[in-house]
């Protein structure tokens, strides 16, 4: 059974920082696509990054292209996603997904384990 457990949301001001973390467990990873998703009240869950656990590729969404950084620590079995010069568009619960295999997916239906989320709140 895989776990998937976020941490690391909160509140900032506009133009801040935030880390979020999520910690894997249950498997091994080294095939799996880890990816992080969004979604603002009202709205559909969008793609905000993702990493394939055995290489360094990785896949962005334009609007976070050059401020978010997707990367994961082997040892921790954790992927984080580094959040700079947040926006106030940038308000949403963060999940964090993984598919056992595959492409760097940007459709959530292709993932098949996620968190339980995380509030991001940008103040303006």
């Known amino acids: 059974q895989v776990q998937l457990v976020e941490s690391g949301g909160g509140l900032v001001q506009a133009g801040g920082s935030l880390r979020l973390a999520c910690a894997a467990a249950?498997?091994?990873?080294?095939?799996?696509?880890m990816g992080w998703f969004r979604q603002a009240p009202g709205k559909e869950r969008e793609f905000v990054a993702a990493?394939?656990?055995?290489?360094?590729?990785?896949n962005y969404a334009e609007s976070v292209k050059g401020r978010f950084t997707i990367s994961r620590d082997n040892a921790k079995n954790t992927v984080y996603l580094q959040m700079n010069s947040l926006k106030p568009e940038d308000t949403a619960v963060y999940y964090c997904?993984?598919?056992?295999?595959?492409?760097?997916?940007?459709?959530?239906?292709?993932?098949?384990?996620w968190g339980q989320g995380s509030q991001v709140t940008v103040s303006s």
């Open positions: 249950g498997r091994t990873f080294n095939s799996y696509i």
């Open positions: 997904a993984a598919a056992p295999r595959g492409r760097l997916y940007v459709d959530f239906r292709d993932y098949e384990y």
């Open positions: 990493i394939r656990w055995g290489s360094q590729s990785t």
